[in-house]
C-alpha cells in the first residue's frame, strides 16, 4: 500500500514537469498521452489493490461456508476455539471446558489444522 502511495506520488510530482517540458509543436500527443497514463494507472490500481482483495474474500468465503462441527478455528479477535455448533450465520465456539462464546460466521479469521489447541 505504501508502495502505491509513493508510485502515484511521484508520478502526479512529474506531471508538471512533463507538461512543461513538451515543445507547442507536440502538443497532438498530450491527450494521447493522458489517456495512456490514465489507462496505466488503471491497470495498476486493478493488479495492486481490486484483484488481491477479490481473491481473499473469496478465500475468507469459502472458509465461512467450511466451517463444521469440531473444526478449530481463531477468531479476528484471536480468540481460539473448536466449534460446537453452527448456525446459518453464527457459530458457537467451545473456548475452555464448559465455556462457550457465539460468534458471527464472518468473525472467523482463520481454521487451525485438527490437534492445534491440544498442543497449547
Known amino acids: 500500500m505504501k508502495s502505491m502511495k509513493f508510485l502515484v506520488a511521484g508520478l502526479m510530482a512529474l506531471m508538471p514537469a ?31 489493490i481490486w484483484r488481491p482483495q477479490s481473491k481473499r474474500a473469496k478465500e475468507h468465503k469459502a472458509l465461512m461456508s467450511g466451517l463444521n462441527k469440531g473444526d ?17 450465520d453464527f457459530i458457537v465456539i467451545e473456548v475452555a471446558d464448559n465455556v462457550e462464546i457465539k460468534v458471527q460466521k464472518v468473525a472467523v479469521a482463520a481454521a487451525l489444522p485438527k490437534g492445534t489447541l491440544k498442543d497449547i
Open 18 to 48: 512533463l507538461a512543461m517540458a513538451q515543445d507547442p509543436a507536440a502538443q497532438g500527443m498530450g491527450v494521447m498521452g493522458q489517456v495512456i497514463f490514465f489507462a496505466g494507472f488503471i491497470l495498476i490500481f486493478y493488479f495492486l
Open 72 to 88: 478449530e478455528v481463531v477468531t479476528s479477535g484471536g480468540v481460539a476455539g473448536k466449534i460446537t455448533k453452527v448456525t446459518d
